[in-house]
């Protein structure tokens, strides 16, 4: 088999190329594509993926995305959807950045969605709200901290 630094940039990946590409298992990759219907690999006899140059940049988009900007994956579909594919696919190849969701949007629960904690138990939802709190009073503290005293 071949290392993927040998194939031309044009080359097809395998999953698992494109996988060890990325630095994601290849179940991301499939679970992606559920939720992102622009990732749409060729696929031959026996269900088996091969992924274009374009899709590989606009996996590596959405790695950056959910993992380098902490969107979610409803945050990640928006972008996708408000400014394409291509842009994506340019913040996957380091052209771009996409702006990191405000702390409004992730504190409303605009950024992840209307219904984002869908599943949760009540009293794991409050735990999680206990600790956003206990978080965002840390950050106050180190703001804070670091103001210049004053005279």
């Known amino acids: 088999m071949r290392d993927t630094s040998e194939k ?4 097809f990946r395998t999953i698992k190329e494109a996988a060890d590409e990325l630095d994601v298992p290849q179940h991301v990759l499939r679970f992606w594509e559920t ?3 622009q990732i ?19 996996l590596k988009g959405i790695k950056r995305l959910l993992h380098g900007q ?5 945050g990640a579909q928006r972008v996708l959807r408000e400014r394409g594919l291509r842009f994506v ?16 949007e992730t504190e409303s629960g ?13 009293h794991d939802r409050a735990a999680l709200e206990e600790a956003l709190r206990d978080l965002l009073e840390c950050r106050a503290a180190i703001t804070r901290l670091r103001l210049p005293p004053e005279s």
């Not at 696919?89 to 409004?104: C, M, W």
């Not at 605009?110 to 009540?122: F, I, K, N, S, W």
């Open 8 to 11: 031309s940039a044009g080359a």
């Open 35 to 37: 939720r992102f219907a």
């Open 40 to 58: 749409r690999p060729v696929k031959r006899a026996g269900g088996r993926r091969y992924y274009r140059p374009d899709d590989v940049d606009l």
């Open 70 to 74: 902490g969107y979610t994956i409803k």
């Open 89 to 104: 696919q340019s913040v996957g190849r380091g052209e771009a950045e996409a702006a990191a969701p405000t702390l409004q």
């Open 110 to 122: 605009l950024e992840g969605g209307p219904h984002q904690d869908e599943g949760l138990a009540a």
